[in-house]
C-alpha cells in the first residue's frame, strides 16, 4: 500500500511540475530565461548528472548546446558541445 501511495504521490509531483511549465511558457516574453527555468526544474526534480537542450543549425548537419542544467558536483560541458556535428 505503501507503494501505491508513493507512486501516486510521485506522479502527482511530475504532472505540478508539468503544469508549472507549461504556464510559465503562455506568455512569449523572456522565453529563453523560461526555458533555462524549464531545463533547471526538470534536471531538479529527476535528480540525474545533467539535462541538455540542442539546437539544429540551419544545414541540419551540426548542433550545439543552448540550455544545461548541471546537478551539484557537475562541471558543465555547454562551452565543450558547440557546432557539434552529427557524422
Given amino acids: ?6 507512486e501516486k504521490e510521485n506522479y502527482l509531483r511530475q504532472q505540478k511540475l ?5 504556464l510559465s511558457f503562455i506568455s512569449v516574453d523572456d522565453y529563453i530565461n523560461k526555458i ?3 531545463v533547471d526544474k ?3 526534480f529527476t535528480a540525474v548528472s545533467r539535462v541538455y537542450i540542442f539546437e539544429n543549425d540551419i544545414t541540419g548537419d551540426y548542433c550545439s548546446n543552448t540550455f544545461e542544467w ?3 558536483g557537475i562541471i ?3 562551452e ?3 557546432n557539434f556535428s552529427y557524422s
Avoid: F, R, W, Y
Fill in 1 to 6: 500500500m505503501h507503494n501505491l501511495i508513493s
Fill in 18 to 22: 508539468i503544469t508549472d511549465i507549461a
Fill in 36 to 38: 533555462q527555468q524549464a
Fill in 42 to 44: 526538470v534536471g531538479g
Fill in 70 to 72: 548541471c546537478n551539484k
Fill in 76 to 78: 558543465p560541458q555547454k
Fill in 80 to 82: 565543450e558541445l558547440q
